[in-house]
């Protein structure tokens, strides 16, 4: 017997559920979530884009290519990793997962300009203090094994 779950009679597997997101036109759940998975499209075209862009001046320069052919591949890439990006944030499991990103952003409780300023004047003043201690600490142990002989 397998150690793996087997789907449901009504469940998809995650596979299928990418596949048909990709070949799918339509948008899940539009109304739902729209912030968070616009901004994730845009990260993830950034993404894909220069990943599949660095793959294709490679193959580029393996072919020879000519300028041509680099504009067309600059497109042929863009339009790859938008389709990509786009179909990917309509994954029925990732869009339920970004809805609930969105869901939870809201209640989150946002410091006031004056709690942010404080709050990172805290960390900046540990931080050099921290800073100008370990310096010391150096420069006394630095001190100490040069009168030792060690360094």
């Known amino acids: ?79 790859l990793a938008f389709w990509m990006a786009y179909r990917s944030v309509n994954i029925p499991s990732f869009t339920d997962f970004l809805i609930g990103v969105e869901a939870e952003m809201r209640k989150v409780t946002w410091p006031t300009r004056k709690e942010l300023i404080a709050g990172a004047a805290v960390v900046l003043f540990v931080v050099v203090s921290l800073a100008v201690l370990m310096f010391g600490f150096d420069l006394i142990w630095t001190a100490i094994f040069t009168r030792l002989g060690v360094r």
């Open 1 to 79: 017997m397998s150690s793996m779950a087997k789907p449901k009679d009504g469940d998809e597997s995650v596979m299928s559920q990418i596949t048909s997101a990709m070949l799918s036109t339509s948008v899940f759940k539009p109304n739902q979530g729209r912030v968070v998975r616009q901004v994730t499209f845009f990260a993830m075209w950034l993404l894909l884009g220069l990943a599949v862009w660095l793959v294709a001046t490679y193959l580029l320069d393996w072919f020879r290519g000519g300028e041509m052919a680099s504009y067309l591949s600059a497109f042929a890439v863009g339009a």
